[in-house]
């Protein structure tokens, strides 16, 4: 069994639709079809894209039989070790008790299936879980509704007796224009290997600035599924210790973000069983606030990341002043067991 990342920004051919363990679709327009695997709709403009939509899908190559189920309004699809789900919450269908906000019980609610289902499978371990949320910097009882997101999602791994500190799987978490709790995930029998970047002070450890729980993940994971090694790469903006740097400045905000993540492939190819990253080696989603920023900021990419693959995304960063949000990962062979 061997996983393999297929993206149609990518140019690669689309795999047979039997071995897809799991998908994204981004574009304004939600798919018509219903798929058969799991799915992630985001409804959100794909920028200088010249196309409607971006379809991206996880899948298995070799012959090892895929199982595909519900649990708890989540659709998940499982081959052998690794299991890719999906679940949506609409805040307006979940009975909050004040103070606790609708978004932080959709999201303490959210991830505490996500535990019952990977327990349920014996596949205790995430490795990367992409959130999105309508008006993540809007404010709702005092308490910007991104904070309100990591106190469900830290209330979630507590109760499942999961740490919220150091062995936490990457993730990113971004604002669509509206549209329900999505939460998709990739889980494993095995865990990953969570990278820290030492330009920034762990998104776990952050003061209590930033909200009464600081957010649950690690800045990149290592992941060894058999013969093979991936690298995830956590949304990554423009932060130097815990703070925002070049407020304002997208330019300079889109070259932090690099370096942050260059910073990040250095720790990461220190543990790597399949060589050294560096930036042209991944594919990337670009999350841009502004859309008239699109060409300040793919300029900046271009010239460090070279012909990768990238999506650029119109979305919301989980802080105000944050411009740009960069993400990535690669799938290679390892070279060693």
Not at 125 to 132: D, F, K, S, V
Request: hydrophobic content about 45%.
């Amino acid at each position: 069994m061997t996983l393999q990342l297929f993206d149609s920004f990518y140019a690669a051919a689309r795999p047979d639709a039997e071995r897809v363990l799991g998908g994204f679709w981004l574009g304004d327009v939600a798919p018509a079809a219903l798929c058969p695997w799991p799915l992630q709709r985001l409804v959100t403009s794909l920028l200088g894209a010249g196309r409607s939509g971006l379809e991206e899908a996880w899948w298995v190559a070799g012959d090892a039989p895929l199982l595909s189920g519900e649990a708890e309004g989540m659709a998940w699809r499982r081959c052998g070790d690794l299991l890719f789900g999906v679940i949506e919450l609409d805040e307006s269908q979940v009975v909050a008790a004040p103070p606790r906000s609708a978004l932080q019980t959709a999201s303490e609610q959210a991830y505490a299936r996500i535990f019952r289902l990977l327990d349920a499978q014996g596949l205790p371990h995430l490795w990367r879980l992409w959130n999105y949320m309508g008006d993540i910097n809007g404010e709702s009882g005092g308490l910007e509704r991104y904070r309100q997101f990591n106190l469900g999602r830290a209330e979630a791994f507590e109760g499942a007796a999961r740490s919220v500190v150091g062995r936490v799987p990457a993730a990113c978490a971004l604002g669509v224009a509206g549209g329900p709790l999505t939460i998709a995930f990739l889980a494993s029998a095995t865990p990953v290997l969570p990278i820290e970047n030492p330009r920034q002070v762990s998104a776990f450890l952050y003061p209590s600035d930033y909200g009464p729980r600081p957010p649950t993940f690690s800045r990149a994971a290592l992941a060894w599924p058999p013969g093979q090694e991936i690298l995830f790469v956590s949304g990554t903006a423009s932060i130097v210790g815990h703070q925002t740097v070049h407020p304002g400045d997208v330019r300079a905000q889109t070259v932090e973000s690099l370096d942050n993540i260059a910073a990040v492939l250095a720790v990461a190819s220190a543990q790597s069983r399949s060589g050294a990253f560096s930036l042209p080696d991944l594919g990337y989603r670009v999350y841009v606030r502004q859309a008239d920023d699109l060409e300040t900021v793919r300029a900046v990419v271009a010239q460090r990341v070279g012909d990768a693959p990238v999506a650029y995304v119109r979305a919301d960063v989980c802080r105000a002043d944050l411009l740009v949000e960069i993400e990535g990962q690669v799938v290679r062979p390892s070279l060693r067991r």
